[in-house]
């Protein structure tokens, strides 16, 4: 039995609230700086593909340290990454705010990146100690983790007028004074914890080839649609994350303390229910991201109106979470998950019907039937993954759980918008083929033309927004695989 569980019942929702604050800020940061992005082409003097890289870098960073700063964390202590993880994030966002040139830029969006790969599981291994019991910890674990949606959504209407009126600098700056006071209240109300299994020698190399396996796999997700799936750099990215991977894989084997323990993997409620998060993530990532740029193209609207679309989707999510948190101990997860999964489906399918005629309500509707399903799991998909492993071990269980919904995200952003180029141009192709366009001025012709590729663009939607729904389905399936039962009891029984 661990002695480091927090018994701190009338300081455990500020705790809940500490986290929420570190990650809301930290995933809101992320979401700006995509707004932000013309403004430092414009004053750096970059082209678009350039520009890339300030995403691109800070998403490698991620992926990389998460399962690092996990071990880190049951080791060292979770209270100490956290505050670490904090101050490193605040110095990181005033560096950047204060960027000279890309390379500056570039430097210091990393260091954002590794501050911000240590508030996952460091924030959940901090919930899963504070709120050792089932019910409890299910309602924390699902009010935190909406945080991420609302910080998705708040994105576009904290960064659009910022940038509007007080440049794109004033975006990292303003990380200052709320890091602060997430840093204060992380101080004053989070405990110090450890696990009881110290690590004697931090597995470096171990560390060395997961970076060079996740560096290699995000950047062929990230750009490989840019380079080509089948270019050079991109087979080069393949090569290096097999054999990377490999060698991670044997490392681990005979380290006594290895970053990433295989044997998580023998848990088959820990591995079904990381399949579920993977197919779910991806195909939510995959989906939501067009959004903003479907109704951009097709109806019109500047980047606040599609942030206002989007804010019924946190309210649901918010409003969501807590309900599916109360059915802990009353209903089996694996059937929360599972029809929680098949509503989101509904909703992402939904968007399959969109054209230029949609109104705001034909995007809000789908948005709130997809959040209601996506937060109704979300707590029991989270406590599940807390609940299947030994306490001692819960930092690096979350960061595996992190890594591979970062990873699914990137797949899904990767796949989906490569679909609808291939779809565009196939539909395209198949509408040409069959139509006739009996017009002989260069300006009808040229309308036209427009339409057909309107026609095109629609349909290859369509077919995103069909295929996602089916990769939820089958997530709804494979959640039925979540088979509890006496092991998170037995576990249950250990922490109480």
């Keep these: 039995m661990t002695n480091n569980i927090v018994k701190n019942d009338g300081g455990s929702w500020l705790v809940l609230l500490t986290v929420i604050i570190g990650t809301f800020l930290g995933r809101l940061d992320s979401t700006i700086v995509n707004l932000a992005l013309p403004k430092m082409i414009n004053d750096f003097s970059l082209t678009v593909s350039t520009a890339g890289w300030i995403a691109t870098a800070y998403i490698l960073a991620n992926a990389v340290f998460v399962p690092i700063w996990g071990k880190l964390g049951d080791t060292i202590g979770r209270k100490k990454v956290y505050l670490a993880g904090f101050i490193i994030f605040i110095v990181g966002s005033v560096l950047a705010g204060l ?115 996740l560096s290699s796999l995000v950047l062929v997700l990230d750009k490989g649609y840019e380079w080509g799936w089948s270019s050079d750099n991109s087979l080069l990215c393949y090569a290096a994350t097999v054999i990377f991977s490999i060698f991670f894989y044997f490392i681990e084997k005979k380290h006594p303390d290895p970053i990433v323990d295989f044997k998580f993997f023998k848990n088959m409620v820990f591995v079904n229910t990381l399949l579920n998060n993977f197919v779910v993530f991806m195909a939510m990532m995959g989906g939501i991201l067009l959004i903003p740029i479907f109704a951009s193209t097709f109806l019109g609207y500047g980047a606040t109106q599609t942030g206002y679309l989007f804010i019924p989707m946190a309210v649901m999510m918010l409003a969501a979470a807590p309900l599916g948190a109360s059915l802990t101990g009353k209903i089996q997860p694996r059937y929360v998950i599972a029809l929680s999964t098949l ?31 996506m937060g109704f799991g979300m ?118």
């Design 99 to 213: 960027s000279w040139n890309f390379p500056s830029m570039i430097v210091f969006r990393i260091i954002q990146a590794i501050a911000v790969s240590a508030d996952y599981p460091s924030a959940m291994a901090i919930l899963a100690l504070t709120f050792p019991h089932g019910k409890r910890r299910a309602q924390a674990m699902g009010i935190w983790s909406s945080a991420f949606a609302a910080a998705a959504v708040f994105g576009p209407l904290i960064g659009g007028p910022l940038i509007d009126n007080f440049g794109w600098r004033s975006i990292f700056l303003i990380n200052l004074p709320i890091g602060l006071i997430g840093l204060f209240m992380a101080w004053k109300f989070i405990k110090e914890s450890t696990s009881e299994k110290k690590t004697v020698n931090f597995d470096v190399w171990g560390a060395v080839m997961l970076g060079f396996a």
């Design 343 to 373: 509503v989101a489906a509904i909703g992402i399918y939904m968007f399959s019907f969109l054209d230029p005629r949609s109104t705001a309500l034909d995007i809000i509707i789908p948005l709130m039937v997809m959040a209601f399903g």
């Design 379 to 496: 707590a029991q998909r989270t406590n599940v993954i807390a609940s299947a492993v030994p306490i001692q071990e819960i930092g690096i269980a979350s960061s595996i759980l992190a890594l591979v919904r970062n990873i699914a995200g990137a797949f899904g952003i990767a796949l989906f918008t490569t679909i609808l180029s291939n779809g565009t141009e196939n539909k395209l192709m198949a509408i040409t083929r069959y139509s006739t366009v009996n017009i002989i001025d260069k300006a009808g012709y040229g309308q036209a033309i427009a339409l057909m590729e309107l026609k095109a663009q629609v349909a290859a939607y369509g077919a995103v927004y069909t295929t996602a729904a089916i990769f939820l389905l089958v997530g709804a399936i494979t959640a039925l695989w979540i088979k509890t039962g006496h092991q998170q009891q037995k576990v249950e029984l250990m922490i109480e």
